[in-house]
């Protein structure tokens, strides 16, 4: 919620606003950017004019792109940060026949000696150990940054590739006595990539807290499906017609309080959600917007940018930490709050707000009245509160 102009007839009331009114003039460096105002788009479609100019408009200052993504002049004159997307578990199943003839030590099999393939067996796996393959991801990293690309985002990012497997994975068999920690070896190939190519790296941890041993040798991470996200089949109909859900209270909570330490550290934590109605927008948003993370919500193809009103809110700097009252979890900031109740019945609690507060307009346009410096709420089972 944000303060609300024009409602009360105190003149002496301070007035703020929820919504964002850009300076298209202005562009923030990643340090610059006020907590309540942090965004990272996250885009696999192709450039088009309408996405050039929405990064412009809104100060986006860090998007990540697929390899064809042209990166617009104005974005590298204005210092957005564009990560070029890497996916290092393996490669598109249209490579197999070439890396089958030129490189087959690169291929990883299943026991049942079967290539291990994964995204719904569009893409094969591969050994991250083996030299020759750590050479030729780097040499694509390369070729990215040249057209433009400023930094490298990581996907599939393992941490034991032998603890993965359906519906999205096969189970590969890895063999650690000859190769070492598969870990071992992501950490030395991303040591790699970063003396070589000097770019910053963001890697994906999917559902799982940052690993404290990468994250001292990357950039920033991805917690994905955060804190909303689409069940999984081992159909591609719910990638193309997902259903969409909300992720354990407990495991997002865990995961935000790890990545919270990181980003007051001065990394990058971004904070990818699935949904795509105006109830999983607000309750994503407030859940992120209790910790000082980047925020983004996206179909699960990611092909496109929506047009959800969370996507361009500033709440300006944050008045502390986060707290929680029984059920409910808030934060304020300068200009409004965010409440989250992840349980699953309604709950209520009185938050106490700056004195000078006295009007709050709700995204949906809802009213609410301060008194006192007292704001009563009540919120419904997995209800977010912007």
Not at 47 to 76: K, Q
Not at 223 to 234: F, G, I, K, N, Q
């Amino acid at each position: 919620m944000s303060m609300e102009p024009g409602l009360t007839p105190d003149a002496v009331t301070w007035v703020f606003t929820i919504a964002l009114v850009a300076s298209a003039m202005l562009a923030y460096s990643e340090r610059d950017v006020p907590v309540g105002r942090r965004y990272a788009v996250v885009y696999y479609g192709e450039v088009n004019d309408y996405v050039a100019r929405l990064v412009l408009e809104r100060n986006y200052t860090i998007v990540i792109a697929e390899p064809y993504f042209r990166v617009p002049r104005e974005w590298r004159e204005r210092g957005v940060e564009v990560y070029v997307y890497l996916n290092v578990l393996g490669l598109d199943m249209s490579m197999y026949d070439w890396v089958k003839r030129r490189h087959p030590e690169w291929i990883l099999y299943t026991k049942e000696g079967k290539p291990a393939k994964y995204w719904y067996g569009h893409s094969f796996m591969c050994n991250i150990a083996i030299k020759s393959y750590q050479d030729y991801l780097i040499s694509k990293a390369k070729e990215y940054l040249r057209r433009g690309f400023t930094g490298i985002f990581l996907d599939d990012v393992h941490l034991d590739i032998s603890h993965i497997g359906g519906p999205q994975y096969d189970t590969p068999v890895y063999d650690e006595t000859k190769y070492g920690r598969w870990l071992d070896a992501l950490i030395q190939f991303i040591e790699r990539l970063r003396n070589e190519t000097g770019a910053l790296i963001i890697y994906n941890a999917g559902w799982s807290k940052p690993s404290p041993e990468l994250m001292e040798h990357v950039d920033g991470v991805l917690l994905e499906a955060h804190p909303t996200t689409y069940v999984v089949t081992s159909s591609w109909e719910s990638v193309t017609n997902p259903r969409y859900t909300s992720r354990p209270w407990r495991v997002i909570y865990e995961n935000s309080l790890a990545a919270q330490e990181y980003a007051k550290k001065g990394k990058i934590v971004i904070a990818l959600s699935y949904g795509e109605s105006p109830e999983m927008y607000e309750y994503s948003y407030a859940a992120v917007r209790l910790f000082d993370f980047y925020y983004w919500v996206s179909p699960p193809i990611i092909d496109r940018i929506l047009d959800a009103r969370v996507l361009d809110l500033d709440l300006g700097e944050p008045l502390g930490e986060h707290r929680v009252n029984g059920s409910i979890y808030y934060r304020l900031y300068e200009r409004g709050l965010v409440a989250v109740n992840p349980s699953d019945e309604e709950a209520s609690a009185v938050i106490e707000v700056p004195n000078n507060w006295t009007t709050l307009r709700r995204i949906d346009g809802s009213i609410y009245r301060v008194e006192g410096g007292r704001l009563e709420i009540s919120l419904g089972p997995e209800e977010g509160l912007v």
